[in-house]
């Protein structure tokens, strides 16, 4: 299972005031506890997912659709260019595009050469940058190819499009303990991190690292002949080394993670919500004039919280 956007280590550190050692119930003991608290991190990631309609953490997808012709996919005028807005966003990489007429069936893809291909509005703070986290919202859903991919030759829907891509914010728990000075992390998940900044999440010892390649333990096979990805569990390899050392673990308790820091917070608050939905009755966090507390407000205005946070990333189909 993907590690959530939070872990316990960070759910229980971040100023919520619940009293997470009650959870699942009084006197559990700290493997009942920490076992419940995984669930509510890998929940609220779930319920972040499904607010915004896909998935945020960093994924290879394929799509296929036909055209030219509607608006999603057509021909620039000018320049010949294809422009395919896809479903998921943000674009950070694109892998593999290929055409085949639409009546030929089974299919006869013809593969675009590499670099004849552009994300139209590439994401902005995380790659070819040493901030991790870029800003909410940012980064666009489309495409351009270079002119002759296609044509009105076969007129209105003559082609069938398929384009693999990365889209989301790379994110991936530590899987090997990691000593400090050390260049590489083994993750569970390398997709998206070539060329991104990143922050380790690990309490004190937080850093900020950038990623210059990674290696997939295993190498994703792309469809319709379109070679290999870099995906699922591996090795980063960083750009200077480690400051602090990292223990990692499976279940992981480390993160290392591009998404923004808004959507970490909103995680924390779909979590905090189940905590309070699950019978705790109070929580200790000081009252001020004006603020929105969990004891002032109920559990309904936590949903509003983070939902109005994740309202820039809501996917639009």
Known sequence: MATPYITPSILTSAPTGVAWSIIPMPKATTDQQFAEQTNICHRATTMIDGFVNQTLRATVDTEQRSGPGDFRINIEQATGNVRWILSRWPITQILAVQTSGNAAFPRQWTQAPAGFWDVENPIIGVYGSYVAGGSGGTGGQSIIT??????????????????????????????????????????????????????????????????????????????NGG???????????????????????????????????????????????????????????????????????????????????????????
């Open 227 to 317: 070679g290999t990805a870099q995906a699922g569990p591996g090795t980063l390899t960083l750009s200077a080394p480690l400051v602090f050392a990292h223990t990692g673990s499976v279940p992981t308790s480390i993160v290392i993670s591009s998404l923004p820091s808004d959507v970490l917070w909103a995680t924390i608050l779909a979590a905090m919500s189940q905590a309070l939905e699950s019978g705790i009755t109070s929580v200790s966090i000081q009252n001020i004039t004006g603020s929105q507390t969990a004891g002032g407000h109920g559990i309904s205005d936590l949903h509003l919280q983070w939902e109005s946070i994740m309202e820039p990333f809501r996917r639009v189909i």
């Open 146 to 223: 270079a002119p002759g991919l296609a044509s009105w030759r076969l007129g209105r829907n003559g082609y069938r499009f398929s384009c693999t891509y990365i889209n989301g914010w790379p994110h991936a728990g530590i899987t090997v303990s990691a000593a400090a000075g050390s260049s590489t992390l083994q993750v569970d998940d390398v997709t998206g991190f070539t060329g991104a900044s990143a922050q380790i999440y690990d309490g004190a010892s937080t850093e900020t690292v950038h990623v210059t390649s990674v290696t997939a333990n295993t190498p994703l096979v792309l469809p």
